[in-house]
């Protein structure tokens, strides 16, 4: 069992927004800005899409966003792409024996 | 460009240890996190452990005791150990920069345990 809670999975056509919940507790999510998002196609390595909750590395398209309320930290992709299908995790920083806390994990298929 | 690269046996006997190693190109160990981290096939992803270099080194509690990660700052390399190992540890392993916010991962390397 994920520390985070994460859908199983999501889906969108082409053009659409989603929106991936990523829920934590009081110790990790709501506590710290340090949430990131990885994107996974099959049988590659994570790529970081979000980090510090909304800021996106260098080459992330601006359809990815992230935000955080309480617990809860979100990633939203606008007009979906094809090329967006894939996993998504979430993870983070967490005041505990474990200080790296992942999500299990969302499937995002474009339809 | 940072690149980091697994090595190590692809299949190890259940008991024994998995021992592989990260080799960093393009940037230094010192001044940075480093993690390990696995994935069972089909599952998600599971954080190992993450050193700083001469600051600390910290493991995920449900693997500390049979987990130990090391450097070679002359090589730029780091390892990871996992003891008395089970199928239950055959995974994609990767090793990777950060462990907050990962910016560069490896390609990761299956290993499988099994007689």
């Known amino acids: 069992q994920s520390a985070l809670t994460q859908p199983a999975s999501v889906s969108g056509s082409p053009g659409q927004s989603i929106t991936i919940s990523c829920t934590g507790t009081?110790?990790?999510?709501?506590?710290?800005?340090?949430v990131s998002w990885y994107q996974q196609h099959p049988d590659k390595a994570p790529k970081l899409m979000i980090y510090?909750?909304?800021n996106r590395p260098s080459g992330v398209p601006d359809r990815f966003s992230g935000s955080k309320s309480g617990n809860t930290a979100s990633l939203t992709i606008s007009g979906l792409q094809a090329e967006d299908e894939a996993d998504y995790y979430c993870?983070?920083?967490?005041?505990?024996?474990?200080?790296?806390?992942f999500g299990g994990g969302t499937k995002l298929t474009v339809l | 460009q940072v690149q980091l690269q697994e090595s190590g046996p692809g299949l190890v006997k259940p008991s024994e240890t998995l021992s592989l190693t990260c080799t960093v190109s393009?940037?230094?160990?010192?001044?940075?996190?480093w993690s390990w981290i696995r994935q069972p096939p089909g599952k998600g992803l599971e954080w190992i452990g993450y050193?700083?270099?001469?600051?600390?080194?910290k493991y995920s509690p449900s693997l500390k005791s049979r987990v130990t990660i090391s450097v070679d700052t002359s090589k730029n390399q780091f390892s990871l150990k996992l003891t008395s190992v089970t199928a239950a540890d055959t995974a994609v392993f990767y090793c990777?920069?950060?462990?907050?916010?990962?910016?560069?991962w490896g390609q990761g390397t299956l290993v499988t345990v099994s007689s």
């Open positions: 393009g940037g230094s160990i010192s001044g940075h996190h």
């Open positions: 009081s110790s990790d999510v709501g506590a710290y800005i340090y």
């Open positions: 510090e909750v909304a």
């Open positions: 990777a920069r950060g462990y907050d916010s990962i910016d560069y």
């Open positions: 050193f700083y270099y001469g600051v600390t080194t």
């Open positions: 993870t983070s920083y967490s005041a505990t024996d474990t200080p790296v806390v």
